[in-house]
């Protein structure tokens, strides 16, 4: 303070690495000697609006403005009072490690460039003065400029749009200015082929899979989680979780009173709290209007303009969903359908319903600085529905397969992580009491954890944005790499990412596992193929539906609920034969990405999964989910011996659904006599649409046949 004691009538502007050094510089300032003569402002990203505006006001009399802020300030942010620049040389960078598979914020030192800048923010309108808190010497070493994004993040999206373009990623790379390391590109190609958007190929060529992926303005991981979700029959809410999984947090306020916010929501998952937080407030802006939304959003320590951003993210998502064809196969959006003309038309309902709220939040003000004094009596608690909290973990794990923690000891403080790497959940994190290890491990049990980020500070890891998994969702949607392994005290189990063991307490445990990972893979291959062939396409609307069922049904089990009678009647499904058309035509009909040349639409038609070969993979799967629907007690031990019994009912399965489909009957007298219910299989055995009069689906059988 010495220092600008000529400068009463200035600003000083602190440069800070993140959000902790600001909130505890803060603290220390409000609590230090010089308090009273002290303004202390924060100026961070998450803040809002109303706050972040706070920095161009003048300052009490008799205090000077001291504005804590990160490198957000450097450029994007121009405050004519600043007299006094503070530099502690240090910001977060986002970086990706391509042989760990996974991206850290590290904090770093600036570079000479970045610490010019920060100078140029003092003395812009009069004289200045900046303190750096490092040496000149570490000046002259740090690097002139910020290494190149493309050296330090993750490349799969890249790759992927250069595939679609006809280009050899690794060659079309190698021709920038700053190119990638190898190591790196390798990496995003071997993910690009684990999850079957690529082949492995010289040059690769676009799979079905991959053209779906092209499509979506999403990392490949995030858009094959938003196409799980569609399979899972909740596009909306998945789409309200990958956006706010990958902004920032809507909630606002001290630490404490965030976390208790945050677990009126979701108490176990970070990701999931801001989810269903934002589609509370979508709600409330629907059914009691945009004060009313404001007001419970101040009671709940929300920020209605990040959530007000966020909701216009989930909106251009849902079109972009849509418009990659994967809308097709959503069931029960509106009205449980499940045709794939019928499920267009839900989402057609859907995306008018977010139509009109977008108008509504074009009329929210967010330049009103009127102070909310009314609050609204608003109950937020967390859903209580296991079996939506085990679809939405699922879909969260599929998004970050790769961001996997363990706590192999109860009690343990410290976390597993890939590479044989150690990490704690931050504390500002609704598991943060799992720090300590009062939570989460079942019987005194290993526990499983997801994290969004990991933060690197003080010699510390710490995992940000936390969710607990059960261990089948570890199994079935974690990691990119797996194989069965054998381990001295578990015996046989699967490893993912050659480092997680899963499973080994029960051999049909780990079979059923197996199995299942091998169908979820031939199940996003079918999704795509409809997606991109459309409903006129009917083994691959057959195909897409039944796989979709199948899932359904598995994690309604193994979160320990009885599985959807319609879905374990979909999973026994036959599907029909390929028609010629069917056959002949591997081009897809739905509109083309414009970032798709016509050479690559031809590598894909050449190169995409044939419908045909998938049957073989999906069969299994249906025989075990169609076994493990009919049990009783749908736990993980039960899905272990309904593992068991489907190998020896796979034979007679497929000899009655042989005989079944040999026994269709195939003029109007034959179908006269059938009840409703027979007619639908019928229908479903075909491919062909279930609704209509008893009438008009007898006519469409007899047509068929």
Known sequence: MSSSKSAQSGAILCFLPGWGEIRRLQESLKNGPEAKKIWALPLHSTLPKEQQRQVFEKPPKGQIKVILGTNIAESSVTINDVEVVVDAGLQRELTYDAKRGMSSLDTVWVSQSGSLQRRGRAGRVQAGKVLRLYSREHYDSIPLHPSPEMQRCDLAQSCLQAVALGRDPRKFLADAIDPPSVAAVEAAMEQLVAIDAVDASEPPKLLAVGEVLARLPLEPLLGRAAMLGCMLGVPEPTAALLVAAGGRSPFVGKKEDVIDAQKKFCDWSDA????????????????????????????????????????RDKGHLLRDMQRAGLMRLVRGVTNGSTSGVEAEEDAAALLETRGELEESLDELDQEDDLVLKGKAQVSATSSSDPGSDAVMASVLCCACPANLALRSKPGASNFKIANYGTAVISPASVNSSARAGNQGDKNGSSSWWLYGDLQSSGGRSYLQGTTRLEEWQVGLFGGLKFKESFNAGKGTCMQLDGWLEVGGRMKATNELLLELRKDIRHAFTWQALFALRGSSDSRSRAGAQRSAALLRAAIKMLSGQQPDPADTELAKMVLPEASSADKTSTRPKAAPASSAAPKARAAKAKTSPSPSAQTRGASSAATAAATAATTTAATATTAATAATTAKTTATSKTAKATTTAAAEPSTSSDLDGK?????????RARGLKLSGSKAEMIERLAVAA
């Open 675 to 683: 009840t409703g219910t027979e007619l639908k299989d019928l229908l």
């Open 272 to 311: 999931l709290a801001s989810a269903r937080a934002l589609m509370a407030w979508e709600e409330k802006v629907r059914t009691k209007g945009e004060a009313a939304a404001k007001a419970w959003a101040v009671d709940q320590l929300l920020s209605a303009s990040l959530l007000q951003g966020l909701s």
